[in-house]
């Protein structure tokens, strides 16, 4: 059981728009810069989004973020077949005094 | 160019012990905090250690705290895992990870290694 919940997998076809949510608390999400990382299985997880809603120079201006109470959501536009891939946000957890992560959503391009 | 190679994956048996190592580069490694995640089969990321730059704040996950001990050699560059006690729900994929810099609290996991293989089994 992850402490930030995440919908299991998403789905989109190419060109469309597509939304992966994050949920957590007020230890967490609620103090706490938000970051999102994509896996493609087999490789090092590459960061997407750092401080919640920030592109490292050199990311595609389809990936967008925002945090908003204890949540945040990841925006992917203009889907592809090469952003099939698993997709993990994470924060720091006052309480726990540790990272935690979602439990990843799993992208699928129809 | 930045790179982190991590190095000690393997085989073990339950209740053995393991040590990684983690080679960074390219960046002023003692400026960074650095931690560990790993990937057990079939599942998701998940953060087991942070060590910050100067090596007098450890942080663990409930998961390992008593049996992994994490540690640096801001002079070689180099992080580690001293791993003990280690049980089949260890079994992972070890990612070394480029943490915060000392003076951007809040900030979270900007780099990561390729990782490494670890299988506890008899």
């Known amino acids: 059981q992850s402490v930030l919940t995440q919908s299991p997998s998403a789905s989109g076809t190419p060109g469309q728009t597509v939304t992966i949510s994050c949920s957590g608390s007020?230890?967490?999400?609620?103090?706490?810069?938000v970051y999102w990382y994509q896996h493609f299985p087999g490789t090092a997880p590459r960061l997407l989004i750092y401080r919640s809603d920030q592109r490292p120079s050199g990311l595609p201006d389809r990936f967008s973020a925002s945090k908003s109470g204890t949540s945040a959501s990841l925006v992917i536009t203009g889907l592809r077949s090469g952003d099939e891939a698993d997709y993990y946000c994470?924060?720091?957890?006052?309480?726990?005094?540790?990272?935690?992560f979602g439990g990843g959503t799993k992208l699928t391009v129809l | 160019q930045l790179y982190l190679v991590e190095s000690g994956g393997g085989l073990v048996k339950p209740r053995g012990s393991l040590r990684l190592s983690c080679a960074g580069s390219g960046f002023t490694f003692r400026d960074y905090y650095m931690s560990w995640i790993r990937q057990a089969p079939g599942k998701g990321l998940e953060w087991i250690s942070r060590?910050?730059?100067?090596?007098?704040?450890?942080y663990y996950a409930d998961s390992v705290k008593g049996r992994f001990t994490i540690s640096r050699d801001n002079a070689k560059n180099s992080l580690y895992l001293q791993m003990n006690s280690l049980r089949p729900e260890d079994t992972a994929i070890y990612y070394c990870?480029?943490?915060?810099?000392?003076?951007?609290?809040?900030?979270?996991?900007?780099?990561w290694g390729q990782g490494t293989p670890v299988t506890v089994s008899s």
């Open positions: 007020t230890s967490n999400i609620g103090k706490n810069y």
């Open positions: 060590i910050s730059n100067s090596d007098d704040k450890m």
């Open positions: 990870v480029k943490d915060r810099h000392y003076d951007s609290r809040g900030d979270l996991f900007h780099y």
């Open positions: 994470a924060t720091w957890d006052d309480s726990l005094s540790g990272a935690v």
